[in-house]
C-alpha cells in the first residue's frame, strides 16, 4: 500500500546532527515531491522544506538554512533530512509527507521523535 | 511568507453539537487550503484540500468554505471520534507551506 516509513527515535547531545529516513513504498516515487514538518511538544506544525525526488531541487524553511540538508535515493527511494548544530529546542517529533503540485500533504510517515539534551 | 490564523485555540463542545473553525489567510491563497486533523500521538491526517474537497473515506459531517483569506471548517453533528486539533494550511505558494496554530476541539 501508499506509505512512508520513518526511521526510529533519536538522543542527540546539543551541537550534534541527525538524519532522518523515511522511506516511500506504493507510488511511483518521482512522481511526488516530500516535504519534512516538526511538532515540538505541545505545539503546533512547522514547515521545514521541500524535495523533489525527480531532479533533486529543494526549498527550505528561511530559519533553517545552514543548518538543513534534504536528500534523496530513487534507488532505494528513501528521503533524508539532516539538521546539524542542534540545540534543545529542535527536539520535537520530524514527518515526511508525500506532495504534489495541486495537492497537499496526503500521506505521512509515522513520524520520528528527535531529542536534544545534555 | 503567508501567514494563517486559526480561530479559535480551543472549543468546547458535545456529542451531537455542530461546530465550526475559522481560518485566514495573510493575502489571497484563492482556495489552496487544506484541513487536518491530529490525534495524540499520531500524524495529522488530510480531512478537506482545495478548500472544500472531502478527501476519500472522510465522513460527510465535515465540510469546507471559502476563498481568497477566510475560510472555515464545519462538523455538523460532533462524534466521539472528532475530539482533536484540527489545523488549516495553505498550499497556494508551492512549494512553501504554512499551517495555522492549530484548534484543540475538546469535549465540554
Known amino acids: 500500500q501508499v506509505q512512508l516509513v520513518q526511521s526510529g527515535p533519536e538522543l542527540k547531545k546539543p551541537g550534534a546532527s541527525v538524519k532522518v529516513s523515511c522511506e516511500a513504498s506504493g507510488f511511483p516515487f518521482t512522481e511526488f515531491a516530500i516535504v519534512w514538518v516538526r511538532q515540538a511538544p505541545g505545539q503546533g506544525l512547522e514547515w521545514l522544506g521541500w524535495?523533489?525526488?525527480?531532479?533533486?531541487?529543494?526549498n527550505y524553511a528561511q530559519y533553517l538554512r545552514g543548518r538543513v540538508t534534504m536528500t534523496t535515493d530513487t534507488s532505494t527511494t528513501t528521503a533524508y533530512m539532516e539538521l546539524r548544530r542542534l540545540r534543545s529546542d529542535d527536539t520535537a517529533v520530524y514527518y515526511c509527507a508525500r506532495v504534489a503540485l495541486t495537492t497537499p500533504f496526503d500521506i505521512w510517515g509515522q513520524g520520528t521523535l528527535v531529542t536534544v539534551s545534555s | 511568507d503567508i501567514q494563517m490564523t486559526q480561530s479559535p485555540s480551543t472549543l468546547s463542545a458535545s456529542v451531537g453539537d455542530r461546530v465550526t473553525i475559522t481560518c485566514r489567510a495573510s493575502?489571497?491563497?484563492?482556495?489552496?487550503l487544506a484541513w487536518y486533523q491530529q490525534k495524540p500521538g499520531k500524524a495529522p491526517k488530510l480531512l478537506i484540500y482545495?478548500?472544500?474537497n472531502l478527501e476519500s473515506g472522510v465522513p460527510s459531517r465535515f465540510s469546507g468554505s471559502g476563498s481568497g483569506t477566510e475560510f472555515t471548517l464545519t462538523i455538523s453533528s460532533l462524534q466521539p471520534d472528532d475530539f482533536a486539533t484540527y489545523y488549516c494550511?495553505?498550499?497556494?505558494?508551492?512549494?512553501?507551506?504554512?499551517f495555522g496554530q492549530g484548534t484543540k476541539l475538546e469535549i465540554e
Open positions: 494550511q495553505q498550499y497556494s505558494n508551492y512549494p512553501r507551506y504554512t
Open positions: 482545495k478548500a472544500s
Open positions: 524535495i523533489s525526488p525527480f531532479n533533486g531541487n529543494t
Open positions: 493575502q489571497s491563497i484563492d482556495n489552496w
